[in-house]
């Protein structure tokens, strides 16, 4: 929202080029494209996406309190670091997700 603002309000806004190319700017540093960006990502905050799997590990928030970035039992493809995980299924077609580490410290 800050950054929403911030362009609203035409402060500033230096778009930086490729080297050596000084007729093409870097999307990323245009204020048009940043603004779009940036609406995209409230929407997102604001409605976060489905996760892909969710630990049912008890301890999971405390296996995982120093190996992710933000601990958390969903489970997200699209994670930074994200490292896999695991998907048990029994013969009644239940099935149980864990992260690496999580079934790690179950076994």
């Known amino acids: 929202e800050k950054g ?9 806004c230096v778009a930086y080029n490729y080297p050596g190319i000084p ?4 999307d990323e540093t ?14 997102d905050c604001k409605c976060p996406p489905k996760p892909d799997a969710i630990c049912t590990f008890k301890d999971c928030l405390l296996v995982n309190r120093n ?3 933000i601990p958390s039992v969903n489970i997200y493809f699209s994670d ?8 048990v299924l029994c013969r009644s077609n239940c099935a149980l997700d864990f992260h690496e580490n999580c079934w790690g410290a179950l076994k």
């Open 80 to 87: 930074p670091d994200f490292r896999g995980y695991l998907k």
């Open 30 to 43: 245009r204020p048009d494209y940043l603004k779009k960006t940036f609406n995209l990502l409230m929407v």
């Open 4 to 12: 929403v603002e911030y362009l609203d309000k035409n402060l500033p």
């Open 67 to 69: 190996k992710h970035i």
């Open 23 to 26: 007729s093409q700017p870097l």
